[in-house]
């Protein structure tokens, strides 16, 4: 009798009707489960092993520990992270003193900021990306044009339109403001005088020629300053995870023989989770306890009339590697044997053209606009893209037409609901630290 009630579960769904199986306390319910057909019972059948090992793998429960980044020797040091939290939240580290990396990633928005297009100093082209969990993801940005979180977070602050200042002006706000706590982490600060404030290779004319008229030596050590701003931050950002929500909880409840836990997910929820495991193919992409394969892909979404043409994966694998601050760098502490990820790295292919970064889903729900440069508004928008897969505007869109119902795009979209949770981060980590030195 128990054998037989603990059996696989029943999979008769009538006419392939999704249902689910309930699973209900005791043995004496599990007995009147077990006597009640399927279709009586509201329609209901338990998940079969694929899918539970597929629900499975995307529960966060399976994140594992994040794995040291040898390209960072601070990347896990206490005080490193303290220094990068500060630095985070500065304003201090921008051309007009009001931009600090929290003016775009707002850690009450999930580290983002709601908008289509990121706003500093000035508009950037792409829409701003979340922070947590991001320390997972070998490659940073839309088009993963950086290989670490360190290296990462030197492309804002000398871009014209997020930070807008140089290398020279961080390092000597170093000095001034951070001093001792920078030489406890790194070492002696180099000397800086006669180093002007606006240098900095990058498109400024006069900044650029400031730098060049240094000596090498003298650049190289305000680049080492430079890069050291950055596994701070690093260390800081690897500490923001996110946290277990309404899904975690049902998975954690799903019996290694199929049956599903009651009064977490909906009816609704249940059939677009199998959706998205199953018919509708998201998990070829979104996989993974933070469901993305860490991969760039064309999935046809439209361009943006008014900028810029935006080749993706195809620029962001050329550019990281000739970044100056990549893993195989001079910055990097990695040893010959590690960097893998850039060693193997084949920068062309048709299939790299207009390919941006799979996001994690996570508190999807919580952070539209969608897509590279917030192209879609809603999550509906989305799945109606999924649904019809348009061409797309250069190079090959990956995704087919789904042929979903209405009912079925309205069900994936309370599957992607599911996924809200609050980070698995202290809650003073996500405020500015109280000033100190
Ligand atoms: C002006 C707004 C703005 C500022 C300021 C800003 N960012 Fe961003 N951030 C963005 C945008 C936009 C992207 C995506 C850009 C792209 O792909 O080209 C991004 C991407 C990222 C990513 C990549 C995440 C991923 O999944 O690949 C990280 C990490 C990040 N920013 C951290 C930082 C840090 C650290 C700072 C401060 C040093 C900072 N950002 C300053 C707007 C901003
Ligand atoms: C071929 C890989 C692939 C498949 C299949 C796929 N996605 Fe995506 N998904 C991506 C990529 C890549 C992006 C970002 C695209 C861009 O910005 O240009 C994305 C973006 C999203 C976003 C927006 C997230 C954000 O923060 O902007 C959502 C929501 C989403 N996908 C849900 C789904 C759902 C639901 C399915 C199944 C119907 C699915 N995806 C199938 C690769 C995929």
Redesign the pocket.
Known sequence: MMANLDGPAIAGGRGGAPCIRRRVGGMAMLALVAGVACGAWGGSRGWSAGEVAAMRSLSIAGLEPLPPDPSNRFADDTAAAALGHALFFDTRFSANGRVSCASCHDPEKQFQDGTPLGQGVGRTNR?TMPVAGTAYSPWQF?DGRKDSQWAQALGPLESPVEHGGTRALYAHVLAEHYRARYERIFGPMPELAGVPRVAGPIDDPAARAAWEALPPARRDSVSRVYANIGKAIAAYERRLRPGAGRFDRYVAGVADDGRAPDGILSADEEAGLRL?IGR???T???NGPRLTDDH??N?G?PAVPGLPDDA?RANGARQVLGDEFNCASRYSDAGPDDCAELRFLVPEGQALVR?????S?RG?AG?AP???AGQLGT?AG??EH?DRAPAAPAGKT??RP?RLTPRERAQ?EAY?RTLDAPADTPRWLLEPPRASN
């Open positions: 829409r839309w998205f509708a193919s998201c070829q992409c979104h760039f892909h999935t979404i993706g390919a941006f970064k799979t996001p889903l999807v952070r969608y897509m590279h999550l989305v799945i999924y990956e995704v789904l994936i992607l």
